[in-house]
């Protein structure tokens, strides 16, 4: 019988249960400790060999995760001193996940959208999707999004390929997935999910969105079906998970 990985001590956080890289959820914890004020501006935090013993990692891992502090500003090395606080972190979470239809039609505040490639003629038996049948052919639209300089979503979009004519790229350029064909001429959405995961930046994904490998993220899918039970939008999207929040209403 094999023989059970011992517990790690009482108050110390097991790194290894996570597949995010172990200086990314240290770089993590630390902001964190800024954030909550338990790290002050202004004052000296505990030095590589302190946190390596505190942590349980080497001492590399620690370095790394300092530095990802302060390509952040957070923190500033002095030799011979030691690290300080430099600056409290500023709110990233800006970029609401929708959790209802109207919402999800609104277009994002000083969002820019970018089109990274337009493709048509991809066959419908391509698209799986749990939701109407599948028009025969689709329009795959590849579109990243940025707000303030810092891309937030790279978004595969999949239109049912008999509608193109009918979306411009100005509205390409503008407009949110769902939107593209909730306004169109003859086009009625009878039926929208939504469905969120939470998983980890890969290496496509990472390189488009500015992230470290495995860097948490949100995938979103959405399906829009039309009067006539086809298919005809899906949207595939991955949010950096440090900007994103998910309000829902309960009652």
Known sequence: MPRAEPAPPRGKVDFSRSAVPRYIQLATLFRRRVEGGSWKLGQRIPTVDELAAECSVARATIRQALDELERDGLIERFRAKGTFVRKAPVERIWCDVEADWNGLLRPREGARIEILSDAD??????????????????????????????????????????????????????????????GLKGVQVVDARQTLTIGVADVESAAALHLPLNAPVANVHRAAVDQHGTLVLVADGVYRGDVVRIDIKLK
Do not use: C, M, N
């Not at 109407?132 to 937030?152: K, L, M, N, S, T």
């Open 121 to 182: 003629g991809l066959p419908g038996a391509a698209i799986p999707d749990s939701i109407g049948v599948a028009a025969p052919f689709y329009r795959h639209i590849r579109r990243r999004h940025w707000r303030d300089g810092q891309p937030f979503l790279l978004a595969d979009v999949y239109l049912d390929a008999r509608l193109s004519p009918l979306v411009t790229e100005a509205d390409l350029g503008s407009k949110t997935a769902l939107r593209l064909v909730s």
